[in-house]
């Protein structure tokens, strides 16, 4: 079976817009809330969203946004795109440079993408209402495609010629973990040869506060305390948006180009609650089994793990689950293997989640440390027993694991290998 | 996936005039709706919005297509005829064309359905379209293409001399191609081991999509038609070669009528391989007759009257008259 390599990373997210940036802020805890001005009025109750700093796209029409100006993107291309779509197109070009990799390697029919967006609400709810207003056929041509759940792979594929396998995942916050573990697949089955896998969100008004409804968002307006995993104090998570993209290639293609990769991909598992539509099962027993999966799958003993970037999202419920599941998992090593959620400095990034904090795990391994649980103070007894570092450590993690868990009870678990 | 831009849509109203009078509050909405297309587009709009004056209508139709069109290729759209082609010379697809007629359905307040559009092809065709709609008249007859089985179906003329392989026809004009295969049993003698098309036949190729612009593209009165019994060549003027052109190449031709009057039609031709000019006829004029369309002859398969004859006459390779051949070589 062909190893599978993470060989280039892109990143449009609320901790930087490039992967300096991002290490900058995952080693020194910086976080990127903000009080997100649509949310500063009296009847909306949570005030903090991890923003996309230097874009906007808070307009319906694509052709009011702004982007950095490193970036050129045709009217032809962004006219049906959603935000998350221009965030996702961003970081694609990152990431097609990071990993040095010209035209005939991107376009071509071993090499495929894998996405994951929720879909645009916004623009969803923009076009319905012109079509309701205006009638059906003065709707924009490319309302649909720029709204529904799969507009980000077809945008992207479109856009960047891609001939081999694309397909879109949609497991809520689970998304992007499983795009990243079937493109591992599709290259270890030997059927593609590279992967773009792409997770996104448009992380605005639209896509957030639903989840108020559920109770599930924090109310806290101090950025610095809104998002804080297993922590006592936690109330809910903190929404945010961007696009992340991991390309991942073949051993043989890694020879032949010769590139230096972040991290070896070394499996995945999954497996899922069947409890509740969208709480976590109380014991973790879904999370749990994915975990054992992954490791069986990538020949690892539960002892050789040193650090997993948890799922942990600062939900009361949600982090008490995982915690459940780490402990079953890692029993008497628990205390060895580093814990900690980097959506304390992120927010939840949804179905950008396992993308995003994949890449953050490979440049975590890349680059020698651990980041440590920003905003704990007290850590919830329910969450006792995990090594849960308050400061980032400056020692480089041999294997690493990324949890993600989304609404249904499905849960994914990634192994990461560094480099020797 | 479905074909985007294809389905057919529901019949709609047809509002040829604006109905209402024009308010301050359509003004600003109109501005809002053309706010990226120039001042100039605007200023027509809120003109043809408050006096109904058609001649308005071609500046706001070209403002509308040129916020549509890549920065880089509006230039073109500056000095442009009317031939400018919406996909192939300014890059339109069919969605743009979409975002293109709901903007223009909004600002001229007009409906427009898909049917109708799929036959615009170049910018005349778009400002022809809006113009009728606007006027309340007739629309001119969609560009039909008509493949090789309807040509052979149609035409009096019948292979092996019959040298049309493809053709559209609109009431404008009509185009066809034709690929010089190297099986044509006058190459065999013109010239000796060296195959080179007669001019003659490229001009009679001419002839040919004239013939079949006045059975499929003349407009008529109702009931009546054409008869391919009655059409004959008459005359051509201002024939120039330009180009030897020989087994493998494409014939891309063309012709326009220039005038339709009772029995005579004259049209320009040109031919074109690739992008290089082969031919040119500033004239072909031939004769034709109107029949009542019930007593329409069937068509022809192979034998009949005008067989072979209409149209250009066709000299014998042997006998290609010195000078053309002269002119096709220099």
């Not at chain 1, 949600?318 to 900690?340: C, I, N, P, Q, T």
């Not at chain 2, 090789?148 to 149609?154: M, Q, R, T």
Request: charged share 20%; hydrophobic share 40%.
């Amino acid at each position: 079976m062909p190893r599978v390599y993470i060989t280039g990373l892109g990143f449009v997210t609320s901790i930087g817009n490039d992967a300096a940036t991002v290490t900058t802020h995952l080693r020194e805890l910086r976080h990127g809330f903000e009080l997100y001005p649509p949310f500063q009025k009296p009847e909306i109750p949570c005030k903090v969203v991890g923003t996309i700093k230097g874009f906007t796209a808070d307009s319906t029409d694509p052709e009011d946004w702004t982007f950095p100006d490193r970036y050129r993107i045709k009217r032809e291309l962004l006219r049906s795109m959603a935000p998350n779509g221009l965030f996702a197109h961003c970081a694609m070009l990152q990431a097609i440079e990071d990993a040095r990799l010209v035209e005939a390697d991107i376009s071509e029919p071993a090499t495929g993408l894998y996405a994951a967006s929720g879909g645009s609400p916004m623009l969803t709810h923009y076009h319905h209402e012109r079509l309701y207003k205006q009638g059906v056929m003065r709707c924009s041509p490319l309302g649909i495609v720029a709204s529904i759940v799969g507009t980000l792979n077809f945008n992207l594929v479109a856009a960047f010629k891609i001939h081999g396998a694309s397909c879109g995942f949609s497991s809520a916050c689970a998304s992007s973990a499983h795009a990243l573990g079937f493109a591992f697949d599709e290259i270890a089955l030997g059927r593609q040869h590279r992967m773009f896998v792409v997770g996104a969100e448009d992380g605005n008004t639209d896509a957030i506060l639903p989840f108020a409804g559920m109770r599930t968002l924090s109310l806290q307006p101090d950025p610095n305390l809104a998002s804080r995993p297993f922590d006592a104090g936690r109330d809910g998570f903190v929404g945010t948006g961007g696009g992340t993209v991991v390309v991942l290639e073949s051993e043989d293609e890694v020879a032949r180009r010769g590139v230096r990769p972040y991290a070896e991909v070394l499996g995945w598992g999954q497996a899922s609650d069947g409890h509740n539509v969208a709480i976590s099962h109380p014991e973790g027993t879904g999370s749990a089994a994915a975990m054992t999966l992954a490791l069986r799958a990538s020949g690892v003993a539960p002892e050789q793990v040193d650090y997993v970037n948890a799922h942990a999202t600062s939900t009361v419920i949600g982090d008490v689950s995982e915690a459940r599941a780490l402990r079953s998992v890692f029993g008497d090593h628990l205390a060895k293997v580093a814990v900690s959620s980097t959506k304390a400095l992120t927010g939840h990034g949804l179905s950008l989640a396992g993308a995003m904090e994949s890449a953050f795990c490979a440049l975590a391994v890349r680059d020698g440390f651990i980041p440590g649980c920003a905003h704990l103070t007290k850590v919830d007894p329910e969450c006792a027993g995990l090594n849960l570092p308050r400061t980032t450590e400056a020692r480089a993690p041999g294997i690493v694991m990324k949890n993600s868990s989304g609404f249904g009870g499905a849960n994914v678990a990634l192994v990461f290998r560094r480099i020797s | 996936m479905p074909d985007a831009g294809s389905t057919s849509s529901v019949t709609q109203k047809s509002a040829p005039l604006p109905a209402k009078p024009f308010a301050p509050e359509d003004e600003s909405a109109l501005r809002e709706a053309l706010k990226r297309c120039s001042p100039s587009t605007f200023e027509a709009a809120v003109q043809f919005r408050k006096t109904g004056n058609p001649e308005h209508v071609p500046a706001v139709v070209i403002g509308v297509i040129e916020r549509f069109v890549e920065p880089d290729l509006r230039m073109k759209l500056k000095d442009a005829d009317d031939d400018l082609r919406l996909i192939e010379d300014l890059g339109i697809d069919s969605l743009t064309m979409m975002e293109i007629v709901i903007l223009v359905e909004d600002v001229l307040q007009m409906s427009i359905n898909n049917d109708e559009l799929r036959n615009l092809r170049t910018v005349g065709d778009v400002k022809t379209f809006i113009d009728c709609k606007i006027r309340g008249l007739p629309l001119p007859k969609p560009t039909k293409f008509i493949p090789i089985e309807h040509i052979g179906a149609v035409m009096p003329i019948q292979p092996p001399f019959l040298f049309l392989n493809e053709a559209s026809v609109s009431s404008t004009a009509a185009n066809g191609k034709y690929k010089i295969s190297g099986q044509e049993f006058f190459l065999q003698g013109h010239f000796k081991d060296n195959p080179v098309m007669p001019a003659s036949i490229m001009l009679e190729a001419l002839g040919q999509l004239a013939v079949l612009y006045l059975l499929e593209g003349a407009p008529t009165e109702p009931g009546k038609m054409v008869s391919p019994q009655t059409i004959f060549f008459t005359g051509c003027e201002g024939v120039r070669a330009h180009r030897v052109c020989k087994p493998g190449d494409i014939l891309s031709l063309s012709i326009k009528p220039k005038r339709m009057k009772m029995p005579l039609a004259t049209f320009e031709g040109s031919i074109r391989v690739g992008q290089e000019k082969a031919v040119i006829a500033e004239e072909i004029t031939l004769t034709f007759g109107i029949v009542d369309a019930a007593n329409a002859p069937v068509p022809i398969n192979g034998v009949g009257v005008a067989h072979g004859e209409p149209v250009v006459t066709a000299p014998e390779p042997a006998v290609v008259p010195t000078p053309i051949r002269a002119a096709m070589n220099g």
